[in-house]
Nanobody, 123 residues
Framework: QVQLVESGGGLVQPGGSLRLSCVASGFTFDPYIVGWYRQAPGKEREGVSCLSRSDGSSVYDDSVKGRFTISKDKNTMYLQMNNLKIEDTAVYYC??????????????????WGQGTQVTVSP
């Protein structure tokens, strides 16, 4: 059974940085995709970024392009978030799915996801 455990959220001022981590275990399917999505109170779920195991390609939501970077090292996935903005405040979830490609935009639905980690950007 796939398990995903996030860490690294917290409170940061606008312009600051955070790095989220996600340790994954239990997956045996390959290829697959891993990604991050977020949800803020009263707002719809938003795909943030996605990484394809097939060719290492990645996609980002337009709102985070140039500021966020997704990466993966063995069983740990990361989301480096720089120049954070107040509107980035949300619960961030790492996720996994047994499909080979992310698509042109980061997905909002995955087969497995973690418990979420809160990111708050505030002066």
């Amino acid at each position: 059974q796939v398990q995903l455990v996030e860490s690294g959220g917290g409170l940061v001022q606008p312009g600051g940085s955070l790095r989220l981590s996600c340790v994954a275990s239990g997956f045996t399917f390959d290829p697959y995709i891993v990604g991050w999505y977020r949800q803020a109170p009263g707002k719809e779920r938003e795909g943030v970024s996605c990484l394809s195991r097939s060719d290492g390609s990645s996609v980002y939501d337009d709102s985070v392009k140039g500021r966020f970077t997704i990466s993966k090292d063995k069983n740990t996935m990361y989301l480096q978030m720089n120049n954070l903005k107040i509107e980035d405040t949300a619960v961030y979830y790492c996720a996994w799915d047994r499909v080979p490609w992310c698509g042109r935009v980061p997905p909002t639905e995955y087969e497995h996801w973690g418990q979420g980690t809160q990111v708050t950007v505030s002066p």
